[in-house]
Every structure is written in C-alpha cells, then in structure tokens.
C-alpha cells in the first residue's frame, strides 16, 4: 500500500511540475547588422504570420520602404514602388498599397546608420494590439542585399513553447552575392 501512495505521490509531483511550466509571453529576434554601401540595399523588415499565412503584426520595416526618399525636384514615392526588389515578401504579404501612411508609421523606422546587433521583441500581440489565439506562428525577417538579392530567414513558433526555447530559422536568398552577404547575420530567436 505504502508503494502505491508512493507511486501516485510520484506521478502527482510530475504532473505539476509539467503543468505549471511557464509558457512564453514574447518571442525576442536578434540578428548582426552591417551596413552596405550604396542604392539598392539595406532595407529590411519583420513580421509575423499565422499558420494561414496572413500577416498577424509588422514588428519594423525600413523607412525607405515605406515612406521612399525624394532628391530636389523628385515627387517623394514609396520606396518599394520606386525600386520593386526592396522587401517584395513583405510588401506582397501586407498589401502594401492598402495601407494608408499613418498604418505604416506604427511600424517604420529610419535605417540603422551604424553595425550592430538588432534586437525585435514580439509581445504576442495583433496589429490592433490585442493577444493572438493559440496556435502556431512564422516569424519573417526579409532583408534586400543589393537589388535583387534578396535573403528571407524564417522561424516557426508556438503560443504553446515554454520559456527560453531557442528558435530555428531557415533562410532563403534568391540571389548570391558575396560583396553584401552580412548584411544580416547570426540570426536568433528565443521565447521570453
């Protein structure tokens, strides 16, 4: 009889300790930044998506991208219209065209002028600021290297996934090019 309470203590111990482990409240992304000379490179964004693929929540995207940049005279153009190989992932998966300037603002911002670590922090929530439902999520990182090379890293992440559980990204680029190839480098993920 002793063995059996024994036994049962046991296993109660265990499935509390599993129960109670902690599940994560954000996903914090890092990755090296080294700043490419001239056109055509350094801009980038990050984003997340459901398992459906729709776009949950833009953590950042580059100002060019978004807003373009305007010499003398020239009409100012969104930068992605005016140079189609800047972010295109990003650009085709939000709709960029339906977003009005103040939606973009919440997430733009000014290209780093320096190299360094960069750090993004996912708090779990919608554009709209509210919690996603459980489930599954892909965290995107597109960067333009030099026109049309082009490197995508991505990660999946559950709402499920415990506390400093560190994230597999995969990457993709669709063209070499060895003269800009760290702009982006040593990606990271980790569940906070």
């Not at 993004?120 to 919690?131: E, I, M, R, S």
Request: net charge negative.
């Amino acid at each position: 009889m002793k063995r059996f309470i024994s036994l049962v203590m046991v296993a109660a111990t265990l499935f509390a300790a599993t129960s109670c482990a902690q599940k994560s409240t954000s996903v914090e992304v890092s990755f090296n930044y080294e700043r490419q000379d001239g056109p055509g490179s350094n801009q980038y964004a990050i984003w997340v998506e459901n398992a459906q693929g729709e776009v949950v929540r833009t953590l950042f995207v580059t100002s060019y991208t978004t807003k373009g940049r305007a010499r003398g005279d020239e009409e100012l153009v969104r930068g992605y219209i005016k140079r189609p190989n800047c972010v295109p992932s990003w650009v085709k998966t939000v709709n960029a065209n339906d977003l009005i300037d103040e939606e973009l603002d919440v997430f733009t911002g000014a290209t780093p002028e320096s190299n360094g670590i960069q750090t993004f922090t996912w708090d779990l929530k919608d554009q709209n600021g509210a919690v996603v439902p459980k489930g599954t999520y892909t965290i995107n990182i597109e960067a333009t290297l030099f026109f049309e090379s082009v490197v995508m890293y991505q990660a999946k992440f559950s709402t499920d996934d415990e506390i400093n559980k560190s994230l597999t990204f995969t990457e993709t680029l669709t063209k070499e090019d060895e003269e800009h190839k760290n702009m982006i480098s040593n990606v990271t993920g980790i569940t906070k």
